[in-house]
């Protein structure tokens, strides 16, 4: 008899935790994910703050710049790896892996290319265009992401979500 109540105590404990992986769980994946999110643009915030404090005239001004950029890079492969959840939320998250991805790579690009830019004591104009030019579209991805993140569709000639 015992072992009878033993056994519908495990069953019945384990159908409430059952029970409560639906929309709790997905609930739970929303708020994680707009947490890590906030963390993500708290931290660019925290990044654009700290590079406008530097100083131009500061001979290690660009040391300090490589190691904002390199902050930045981290933290967009970082929001790139987040796992975006896909119930309980708008239609519109359906397209922010793809962008947070795209806009790593893009910050990956324009942390490379400032770093080339001032290789071995020199300065190429050139590569400094295509690391602003990188920053620019990784930042615009971005934008859309938080666009998207509000349940509404960016409005730019230059993309096409599947409406």
Same mark, same amino acid.
């Given at each position: 008899?015992?072992? *009878?109540?033993?056994?519908?105590? @495990?069953?019945?404990?384990?159908?409430?935790?059952?029970?409560?992986?639906?929309?709790?769980?997905?609930?739970?994946? @929303?708020?994680?994910?707009?947490?890590?999110?906030?963390?993500? *643009?708290?931290?660019?915030?925290? @990044?654009?703050?700290?590079?406008?404090?530097?100083?131009?005239?500061?001979?290690?001004?660009?040391?300090?710049? *490589?190691?904002?950029?390199?902050?930045?890079?981290?933290?967009?492969?970082?929001?790139?790896?987040?796992?975006?959840?896909?119930?309980? @939320?708008?239609?519109?998250?359906?397209?922010?892996? !793809?962008?947070?991805?795209?806009?790593?790579? %893009?910050?990956?690009?324009?942390?490379?290319?400032?770093?080339?830019?001032?290789? !071995?004591?020199? %300065?190429? !104009?050139?590569?400094? !265009?295509?690391?602003?030019?990188? %920053?620019?579209?990784?930042?615009?991805?971005?934008?859309?992401?938080?666009?998207?993140?509000?349940?509404? %569709?960016?409005?730019?000639?230059?993309?096409? *979500?599947?409406?």
């Amino acid at each position: 008899m015992r072992k *009878f109540i033993k056994i519908i105590a @495990v069953l019945a404990l384990t159908m409430c935790f059952l029970s409560g992986c639906g929309a709790k769980g997905s609930s739970a994946l @929303v708020n994680e994910y707009k947490t890590s999110m906030e963390k993500f *643009f708290d931290g660019l915030k925290t @990044v654009d703050a700290d590079i406008n404090k530097i100083n131009p005239d500061d001979q290690d001004a660009i040391n300090k710049l *490589f190691e904002q950029f390199d902050t930045m890079d981290k933290a967009y492969a970082s929001m790139a790896e987040l796992t975006v959840p896909t119930e309980g @939320v708008p239609e519109t998250f359906a397209y922010i892996p !793809e962008l947070s991805k795209s806009a790593s790579e %893009y910050m990956t690009q324009a942390n490379g290319y400032l770093h080339d830019s001032f290789a !071995e004591s020199s %300065y190429n !104009e050139h590569t400094l !265009e295509a690391a602003m030019e990188c %920053y620019k579209r990784a930042n615009k991805r971005v934008q859309f992401i938080i666009t998207l993140l509000h349940g509404e %569709y960016p409005k730019d000639e230059s993309i096409s *979500f599947g409406k």
